[in-house]
C-alpha cells in the first residue's frame, strides 16, 4: 500500500523547489497573534480605567465623609459659640443697669457733696432742687417766689 499523500500532487513554493530556503509564511497568518494584540490592549486598558475610577469613586465618597463629619462638628461649635454670645449679651444687659443704677447713686452723692452744709435738709419726698426753675431756691415749689409762704399755715389764710 502506498501512502495517499504521496500520490497527491504537493504545492511547493517557488524557491523551495530550488534549494532555497522557505519563504516567511504569508503575512495573513502572522497578524492571528496581532489581531489579538489591540483588542486585548482595548480591553487591559479598558480594565486600568474602571480601577482607577473606582479607586477615585472611593477616594471621593471617604473625603464627602470626612467634610460631613467636619460641617457636623463645625455646626455643633457655632451653635455653642453663639449660646456663649447670647449668655455674655445677657450678661453686659445686666452690668449695664447696675451701672445706671450706680451713676444714679453718684449723681446724688454728688448733689450731696456740692450742697451748703449748713443748710437746712430738703423736706423728705423733695428732690434736691433739679426740677425747680432757675432761680429759685431749693425745695420751693415751682413758679413759687422765693420766701412765699407754701406751708399749711398759707393755705388756712393766716
Not at 40 to 56: C, E, F, K
Not at 79 to 90: D, K, P, Q, V, W
Not at 97 to 111: R, T
Amino acid at each position: 500500500m502506498s501512502d495517499p499523500d504521496s500520490t497527491r500532487p504537493r504545492l511547493v513554493s517557488v524557491g523551495e523547489g530550488r534549494g532555497e530556503t522557505p519563504a516567511e509564511p504569508p503575512a495573513e497568518e502572522a497578524p492571528e497573534s496581532a489581531s489579538e494584540t489591540p483588542s486585548r490592549r482595548v480591553y487591559w486598558l479598558l480594565v486600568a480605567l474602571s480601577i482607577a475610577l473606582l479607586a477615585g469613586l472611593v477616594g471621593q465618597t471617604l473625603r464627602a465623609g470626612s467634610l460631613k463629619e467636619a460641617n457636623e462638628e463645625l455646626t455643633g461649635e457655632l451653635f455653642a459659640a453663639r449660646s456663649a454670645l447670647e449668655a455674655y449679651a445677657a450678661r453686659f444687659a445686666e452690668v449695664r443697669e447696675s451701672i445706671n443704677g450706680l451713676q444714679a447713686q453718684l449723681e446724688q452723692l454728688d448733689a450731696l457733696v456740692s450742697s451748703d452744709p449748713l443748710a437746712p435738709p430738703p423736706p423728705a419726698g423733695s428732690d434736691t432742687g433739679s426740677e425747680n426753675e432757675p432761680g429759685s431756691e431749693p425745695g420751693t415749689e415751682p413758679g413759687t417766689q422765693p420766701g412765699a409762704e407754701t406751708g399749711f399755715g398759707a393755705q388756712l389764710g393766716d
